[in-house]
């Protein structure tokens, strides 16, 4: 038997449907607020230009925290930092890099290394949705970049100095589109050479690599102060998907957009918990929205985890 079908039998087998049920339960439920305040506080955030990360960006802000946004487009950064700056005097620096590209993210990493400063919340919330295979300049599948390995290249040369402040949270904008990669990941072909490509494959796969290198950061962090969580922001109204063509924008114009919920619920959600006391010592976890999730059986897989670790070493050119 193949170590394909060993893992696919494995999973069918730890599939529960309990938690299907327990997903869309809480796929319906509010998010926890928190009242504090964020002063003084230090937020990082990469893709704040629109959606749920400008939102957040905004939430966080208005509570008195300052930002450093990491962007790809200086013209829409310019336009943040002032309407943030103006509108809740705080601080919102920004640093440009397109994090589907391997040297400009690497730059990013050491930038926040160069910091004279703690950073408090660290937010991994920049993402595509592509319907259509692109590979990047470095020639790796863009989806799988944007949202798993350049995260995973931020928080691996970030991982010493964060522990050295002793406190952090990191939370990744994860999704419940990780349960699209169903039968797991295929570390074999992340590139998608072997397969026909889907949007929403490519999708969940990124995002359940995400899940699965979190348990071995999680282990890295244990007992230093410092949180490592992902989360599902809710199926809200945003622009993503702008880059597909005109039936996907057609698609979600008219019949996705109907069904989401406001992007406000995604920004609450992400300040209570970057914020809240009562998540401080959870780890290596899964919410939806502000409700602790059990993900799926391939996303709790350490084996393939650590594999995974290996290679994101490489790809990343971390080694
Ligand atoms: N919307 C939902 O219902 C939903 C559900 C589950 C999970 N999520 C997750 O939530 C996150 C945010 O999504 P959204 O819906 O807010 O989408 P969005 O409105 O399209 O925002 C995406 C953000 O990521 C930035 N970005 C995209 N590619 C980048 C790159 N190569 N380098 C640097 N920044 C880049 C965008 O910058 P530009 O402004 O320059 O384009 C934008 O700021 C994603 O990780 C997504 O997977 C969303």
Redesign the pocket.
Known sequence: MSFLDKKTRKYIKEYRWSNVFAMIRNNRKDPEKCGLDSKGKLVVI?????????VTARNYAQRGADLLC????ME?SEALKNEIEKEFHVRCYYLL????SLEQTHRAADQLLDLNRNIDVLIH?????LTKKELTSDGIEKVFM??YLSSFIINYKLKNMLKAQGKARIIY?????HRFAAWGLRLDDLNWEKRRYSGLKS?GSA?LAQLLTMLIFDDYFKGSGVTINAM???????????ENGILYKWFKRNILDKS?RP?EI?AEALYYLGVSPEVENISGKFFNLTTLEEPTPPALDREVAEQLWEISLKMGKLK
């Open positions: 990469t893709g704040a230009t629109s959606g749920i990360g400008y990491i962007n790809r487009s829409k890099a397109d994090l589907s919330n920049a993402g595509v949705y944007v949202h904008v994860n999704s419940e589109g999708y995002k599902h922001p809710g199926a809200v109204k945003t622009d993503t998907g702008q989401l992007v995604s």
